[in-house]
């Protein structure tokens, strides 16, 4: 399985971008997937995770209500639909695919068996 997740760039902050994930190879709908984010000196850090139907995501507190994390299985994507950018949502964003249906926050890293590269948003004040 490989991803490839794109769209990132500058943003002002309080505006918007969109990040996609695309998956090639495997079954796609048979894995929760998720966003992580890591900025420069920081741990990574889980934004939302959605399981293989994509029936009702969670989020991380940073991001609830702000962020909004949907799938297409039909095109072996996901979405992370970011609104309400601050400075500090400036990091490396990831795309990762659960090795189960279904993934919580609480899993750790090992949980997933697979990474994009990262796509880099920076939020200018």
């Known amino acids: 399985v490989q991803l490839q997740a794109s769209g990132g760039g500058l943003v002002q902050a309080g505006g918007s971008l969109r990040l996609s994930c695309t998956a090639s190879?495997?079954?796609?709908?048979?894995?929760?997937m998720a966003w992580f984010r890591q900025a420069p000196g920081s741990e990574r850090e889980f934004l939302a995770s959605i399981s293989g139907s994509g029936i009702t995501p969670i989020y991380a507190d940073s991001v609830k209500g702000r962020f909004i994390m949907s799938r297409d299985n039909a095109k072996n994507s996901v979405y992370l639909q970011m609104n309400s950018l601050k400075p500090e949502d400036t990091a490396v964003y990831y795309c990762?695919?659960?090795?189960?249906?279904?993934?919580?926050?609480?899993?750790?890293?090992?949980?997933?068996?697979?990474w994009g590269r990262g796509t880099l948003v920076t939020v200018s004040s």
């Open positions: 990762a695919q659960a090795r189960a249906y279904a993934v919580s926050p609480s899993r750790p890293l090992d949980a997933y068996a697979y």
């Open positions: 190879g495997g079954t796609f709908s048979n894995n929760g």
